[in-house]
């Protein structure tokens, strides 16, 4: 017999890899913090196995070679002559040169999934971002269908987009004890809890769900995220036919029909579209949904769409990729800082040459990760093949990985984007607006087109072009009629050749790629230059610099951190006023929405999918002025694109004093009641067993601890004390239920229950004993509030501002202020909104928990 040998593996306690990571990010907390949580292999114990990230760039680029080995053995002694000059004359991707192109995050970035899972052994999971489940098939069991296939998806770290155009309308018959249906609106809030309920390593579900504006329900779809409880799993977004945009132009009744694209519809409903326009553009005015599609544009100006088997259905969450049902997207993107040569000085220049080969070579990565991806998905398979459940049970489960299985074999869609096009061009000092920017953009989105494709026709003469490719198709799209026009060459090579991708190039959100690699996002301008950041200080050490003391006593020192891009724009110019920098006067909240239009339509040209790309517009921003610019975007041909103004997200549940007028009128027009009318509300009902956090804090010397009940995430009640007046809790416990219990006599009595080291439960009887009786009363009162639903925001500013009667007291409602501010949403704003230190009368918002100026950065902690 032979003896089986095993090799232990490596691993690191968080602090030595919270040390390496900071060294590798050269102090960039936030950026080593972010790959740690996010990136970095742990095994079944929860130990890392990766020091920094190096090792994962080493672990991605053997798996890719292995791919790209396996590719070249298989395309040996195959003909060379229809390569491009490129293909000829390169030499083989191996690990080495992979992992160059991985190091330091300078040119090449595999995005989240791929970095979290590929080479992972540790980790069942797909290495798409995103899929699109097939539409919903119009019965009950069609429903349950895909709820199950949406559950299965986000426990492998997908999100889901999913079309429910197909549902029949509300009060048509059906042929079931109801006898007619809710309508296809009644069941996005169970697919929103579906996304709500499922997590993946604490990475909740991510849900599109999409409505075609020729549905009858739509109007119900569009409004009902204006109470922002409804719905909260999701994101929604609405597809726009040029049909219905031209009846808005002209102002013209436009007819709503089901099925939607029957020749004989079933149910028909005539409305004015010029009011059906205003009603969408006010809720996305309101709380910045729906999101806008401009459906035929998805689908003509598409290399994909155009085949019938392969017809978009729905998109991603982010939705920057439209696709048919069954079908998902694996995205790699390219850093653009990475090829300029000299940046922020008089040589600065862009090399175009690199760029192409790097290009080519990342698509050639691409089409390696869809192999990867299929390997994966072949993973799962096993592994729910091998589950101890009914066949039954898995049929669902097991359908919808061999559906994607297929289309991705088939399609091998892939989705090359990029990051950091703003501070590219800053580098090149150039303003990201500028006429001299737009050019250089067009000169950088053409060479990145050539590559791809040039790489995709290549792999097709020597790995075989996508299932059903074929030109007669082809010339049906507008990318490949714009291909032919300017781009006769490659046309022409790719109609001979064919091509290995059915669809290739997106622009896909980058926000924690960008924080890893110092740049700024996608071909977002950047949001802000600068902002003050605070770090506690402990006032007993040697050299301590304290510059605030905040209201619970708390030493700070504050600093000023800047776009890391600005401050190399400062080092290598030896200037330190930002004003005088590129960036100046061409960050989010100064640039033209007309010019953001403009780029990104321009980008669009050269893109086969879409663009996830956000026009940031004051508070104050008129309804009028929203509509403006999403029916410019329709005429310069974007696919779609998403305008949020500064505090929508509040919505119609928080008012401003100086919006509240607008906001009424609002109302009247949309029949939502808004934040002038008193409400009476009904509190939800409490279940048995609430999941809880628990969090300790201190105040002055005394240690405290607080137990915050979630219903939806969302703080339904709060118990808080000093530590020595409460129960007694491991310092291990994080997390655990409050169980409402009835005791011998009837009386409730709150109790709560953990799981201890060894995965026991363990109770604690009699929550409501273990804390001081005053507290306990002010905690009801506090609770109250809450499950009646006042924003949490106010519900803190309410806190804070009660005057109690003795300094004990005082101290308790600081706590509890202290526990409940880290549940406030980004973006709220607080009931003082001036800013301390620029003056902006509107400038405080919540920032994970910290009040933070939108102006300045200025950040008010405490």
Known sequence: MNDVITIEEKVFTSAEVKSAALEYFEGDELAATTWMNKYAVKNAR?????????????????????????FDEQAEGRPKSGLSSYGKRRAALTGKKIFGLFDRFRYVIPQGSVMAGLGNQHMIASLSNCVVVPPVYDSYGGICYTDEQLAHLFKRRCGVGVDISGLRPKNAKVSNAAGTTTGAITFMERFSNTTREVAQNGRRGALMLTIDIAHPDVEDFVTIKQDLKKVTGANISVRLSDEFMLAVMNDTDYTHR???????????????????????????????????IFWDRQHRYSTSSVYPEYKNSSTNPCSEIAMQGGDSCRLIALNMFGFVQNPFSKGAQFDYETFYEIVYESQRLSDDLVELELEHVQRILDKVYADDEPDFIKR???????????????????????????????????????????????????????????????????????????????NESEFVKMMQEEFPELYSRMMEHGRRNISLSTVAPTGSLSLLAGTSSGLEPVY?????????VNTSTEGANVTFVDDMGDSWEEFTVYHPKAKQWMEVTGNDNIEDSPYSGSTAPEIDWIKRVKIQSLVQKYITHSISSTINLPSDVSVEKV?????ESWKKGLKG?????????????????????????????????????????????????????????????????????????????VFTGKMEDSFNLPAYVEKGWVIKEKDESGESRYDFQFHDKDGYRTTIEGLSRSFNKEFWNYAKLISGVLRHGMPINYVVDLVNNLSLYDEHINTWKNGVARSLKRYIPDGLAGSDRKCGSCGDEEGLIYEEGCLKCKSCGYTKCG
């Open 258 to 292: 089901w099925p939607i694209d029957s020749r004989q519809p079933v149910h028909k409903k005539t409305v004015n579209a010029r009011e059906l326009w205003d009603t969408i553009i006010r809720c996305a005015h309101n709380t910045a949904e729906p999101g806008l």
């Open 396 to 474: 669902t489960e097991i359908e919808t990985w061999k559906l994607l299985y297929e289309t991705g074999k088939n399609g091998r869609r892939t989705g090359l984007g990029f990051t950091a096009l703003a501070d590219t061009l800053a580098a090149l000092g150039l303003h990201f607006d500028s006429e001299e920017g737009m050019q250089v953009i067009d000169k950088i989105m053409r060479t990145k087109l050539q590559a791809e494709f040039d790489s995709s026709v290549d792999m097709s003469i020597e790995r075989g072009s996508f299932k059903g490719f074929d030109p007669a198709i082809e």
């Open 528 to 536: 802000l230059l600068s902002y003050k950041r605070r770090r506690k």
């Open 46 to 70: 929860g130990q890392f196995t990766e020091k920094t990230p190096a090792d994962m760039h080493h672990r991605m680029a053997k798996e890719f070679a292995r791919m790209e080995k396996k």
């Open 641 to 717: 694109i998403t305008v949020y103004r500064d505090g929508s997200r509040t919505g119609v549940l928080v008012a401003d004093d100086k919006d509240k007028g607008k906001q009424k009128e609002a109302s009247r027009e949309t029949s939502q009641q808004m934040a002038d009318t008193l409400i009476e509300t009904q509190a939800p009902k409490r279940p048995k067993k609430l999941e809880a956090d628990v969090i300790r804090f201190q105040n002055d010397y005394e240690k405290w601890i607080a137990v915050i009940g979630l219903l939806d995430d969302r703080p339904y009640e």
């Open 627 to 631: 509509g403006q610019i999403y029916l």
